[in-house]
């Protein structure tokens, strides 16, 4: 089972409280994908455009990303707000939860 993995999100544009449906990848494994290397290391991962007002609306999720080198297996992607977090925030929980069956973890 791949441990890559997205699904329909709602993001809120706090500009013009427009809600937007986008595909948001909660997870990705750079050996499963890696032509999402190229996204994960841009900045599209953490914003997108509101198609009513354009205002750049930010991530609230974080994303997990699995090997992607040897020296950081695994990495955990956080919306600025939680960079300062000591913990993983609870929000991180399904998105660690849902890969770690895959990769053989226990959580
Ligand atoms: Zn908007």
């Known amino acids: 089972m791949a441990i890559s993995f997205a699904e329909e999100r709602q993001w809120y544009c706090p500009n013009c409280d427009n809600a937007i449906v986008r595909l948001t990848w909660l997870a990705i494994d750079l050996v499963e994908?890696?032509?999402?290397?190229?996204?994960?290391?841009?900045?599209s991962w953490?914003?997108?455009?509101?198609?009513?007002?354009?205002?750049?609306?930010?991530?609230?999720?974080?994303?997990?990303?699995?090997?992607?080198s040897k020296v950081a297996?695994?990495?955990?992607?956080?919306?600025?707000?939680?960079?300062?977090?000591k913990e993983p925030p609870e929000i991180s929980k399904p998105v660690i939860e849902w890969p770690a069956p895959q990769a053989g973890v226990d959580t």
């Open 33 to 43: 994908r890696p032509d999402l290397r190229a996204f994960f290391t841009s900045e």
């Open 73 to 85: 297996p695994v990495a955990m992607g956080v919306p600025d707000v939680l960079a300062d977090a």
């Open 46 to 68: 953490t914003q997108a455009a509101c198609p009513r007002c354009a205002f750049a609306v930010s991530r609230g999720l974080p994303l997990l990303i699995t090997r992607l």
